[in-house]
């Protein structure tokens, strides 16, 4: 699977009434080609220099430019901007809006949209030499990079006023490796493989039934996506589910404990390996090939032990590699928890109570403790599973870096 590894990354990028203005259409295409969705703003001075057309083109998207439309494509649209990236890129940069954003004006869209976002903020600044050296620029520069954003600096050489000197927009691949590497920081997995178990078994009984549980697969979906974004190589296995493949994410779908195990075993290279799937602990011993007609009497079914899946890799467990479970449970949680800790050799197990009603199945948050090895035990607070995702991913990274 190709990884993109902007995907899913959502970039509004501003585009001023300068010269330049050209450059950022190039700008907006790599970003689109390393993945990222890119909302396209443009003020009405760079209309002048490049068309709206071209934006919509290159991104895919319709462009923002006026904050009056009749029809906005987005509900109060600078809010809706502001609150959707998770990155501004003004490209390029006039003297004029890096005054208006140090003084907080909000006149436009784009300023508006600069004033109200939280995301990062980059600044490419393009213009004539005496505009960038101007102390007022400076100034303004100052103030916004005090408030947290970025410049990127302009580069030497000729400018478009027949001058030479500083003021030169930076070569577009420059400006989008810039931004890669911003969401690439901290990615605290890149170069390993982590693998991920997730939703539940489906047992069959004949052809039109099965014995399953309720794990909806939120839990381990969520810890997939979480790799991916830390820049592992993500892979989730993952038992029947009604949820969406995950970004960057190569997903295997099965159906039975024993494909879980096929499909995890031919997987078990992995760097880490996260059991979050409700594996079936038994199966019916045999299937039947009709359909079961009913009758009067008792139905008894037989059934066979299943494959610990995670057992099995713990037994096998090599060096270097961290193995993690989860550990659902309704009584006595430390006890079971450490018990299987042991048993099946893993480096931390996560356990919660499944018979709280905001933790554990079909609900989007969850209440765990984490035991490890040396005897620790964390309480972690009621959290989003998402947020509880990123926290075990970090656990995972600190357990790889002290092996
Ligand atoms: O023993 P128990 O089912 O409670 O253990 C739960 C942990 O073991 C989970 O991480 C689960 O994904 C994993 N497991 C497994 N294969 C099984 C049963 C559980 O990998 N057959």
């Known amino acids: 699977m190709e990884t993109l590894p902007l995907k899913g990354r959502e970039i509004v990028v501003g585009v001023t009434g300068g010269i330049a203005a050209y450059k950022a259409v190039e700008v907006v295409r790599r970003l689109k080609k390393l993945g990222a969705g890119v909302h396209v703003v443009m003020t009405r001075e760079a209309t002048e220099f490049v068309t709206e057309l071209t934006f919509r083109e290159i991104s895919g998207q319709q462009v923002a430019q006026d904050m009056w439309e009749k029809a906005p494509q987005y509900h109060v649209e600078h ?24 003084a907080g004006l909000a006149d436009d869209l784009l300023s508006t949209t600069l004033l109200a976002t939280k995301a990062q903020v980059y600044y490419a600044p393009a213009m004539n030499t005496g505009m960038w050296e101007n102390p007022a620029t400076q100034a303004n520069l100052a103030v916004l990079r005090q408030r947290g954003a ?28 810039e931004i ?11 170069g390993r493989k982590v693998l991920v178990t997730a939703g539940g078994t489906e047992e069959p009984l004949d052809p039109v039934r099965f014995l399953g549980n309720r794990s909806t ?27 969406a493949d995950p970004v960057n994410v190569r997903v295997i779908r099965v159906r039975t404990a024993l494909e879980m195990q096929r499909a995890v075993q031919a997987e078990a290279d992995a760097d880490a390996v996260i059991g979050a799937a409700a594996v079936a602990d038994y199966r019916p011993a045999e299937v039947a090939e009709q359909k079961i007609k009913k009758n009067d009497g008792e139905l008894t079914l037989r059934l066979v032990r299943n494959p610990d899946i995670l ?21 006595s ?24 009603a905001d933790a554990g199945f079909g609900v989007p948050t969850n209440r765990v403790q984490i035991f490890y090895r040396d005897g620790r035990r964390e309480q972690q607070p009621l ?21």
């Open 79 to 102: 809010i809706a901007l502001a609150r959707l990236a998770e990155l501004v890129l003004v490209v390029p940069a006039t003297a004029n809006i890096l005054a208006k954003a140090a």
């Open 150 to 177: 970025r410049i990127i600096e302009p580069a030497s050489g000729a400018l478009a006023c027949d001058a030479t000197g500083k003021g030169r927009l930076p070569e577009p691949v420059a400006i989008a490796e």
């Open 180 to 190: 890669l590497s911003y969401f690439q920081k901290g990615q605290r997995l890149r």
């Open 217 to 243: 697969g939120r839990m381990g979906y969520a810890l997939a996506e979480a790799a991916a974004r830390a820049g592992a190589e993500a892979v989730l296995v993952s038992g029947p589910t009604a949820l």
């Open 311 to 331: 057992a099995g890799l713990g037994a096998e467990k090599r060096r270097g590699q961290v193995l993690v479970g989860f550990a659902a449970e309704t009584e």
């Open 333 to 356: 949680i430390a006890e079971y928890a450490r018990r299987k800790l042991e048993k099946k050799n893993l480096d931390f197990i996560v356990a919660n109570d499944v018979s709280q």
């Open 383 to 403: 959290m989003e599973k998402q947020a509880l995702a990123g926290l075990i991913l970090e656990r995972v990274a600190d357990c790889l870096a002290d092996k």
